[in-house]
């Protein structure tokens, strides 16, 4: 079994930064990709960003230039640095791996999802 546990989320005011954390723990092969969703009130979940296992990264326009994905390969562990923070980014953020396991003898590649962070931008 995998899971993710985020962290880090919460009350900024417009203009301010915060940070989110996810860590994958459990029976892990391997880790793909591994990136931030979020959802707002009313709105489908929308990818924020995206980091392979390569370093490569990818960001949705509407928060390029101002958010920045990292991941430490070695702890299993994703991050999502947010500066400029608007109140069209508030949501709840998801924290998504694609993680490779064994069960049985066989590898499986799977999507896990975190329970969600809320973040709220807001003077």
């Known amino acids: 079994q995998v899971q993710l546990v985020e962290s880090g989320g919460g009350l900024v005011q417009p203009g301010g930064s915060l940070g989110l954390s996810c860590a994958a723990s459990g029976s892990i092969v391997g880790l793909n990709a591994m990136g931030w969703y979020r959802q707002a009130p009313g709105k489908q979940r929308e990818l924020v960003a995206v980091a392979a296992s390569g370093g490569s990264t990818n960001y949705a326009d509407s928060v390029k230039g101002r958010f920045t994905i990292s991941r430490d390969n070695a702890k299993n562990t994703v991050h999502l640095q947010m500066n400029s923070l608007k109140p069209e980014d508030t949501a709840v953020y998801y924290c998504?791996?694609?993680?490779?396991?064994?069960?049985?003898?066989?590898?499986?590649?799977?999507?896990?999802w975190g329970q969600g962070t809320l973040v709220t931008v807001s003077s």
């Open positions: 998504n791996a694609g993680v490779l396991v064994r069960s049985g003898g066989v590898y499986r590649n799977l999507e896990v």
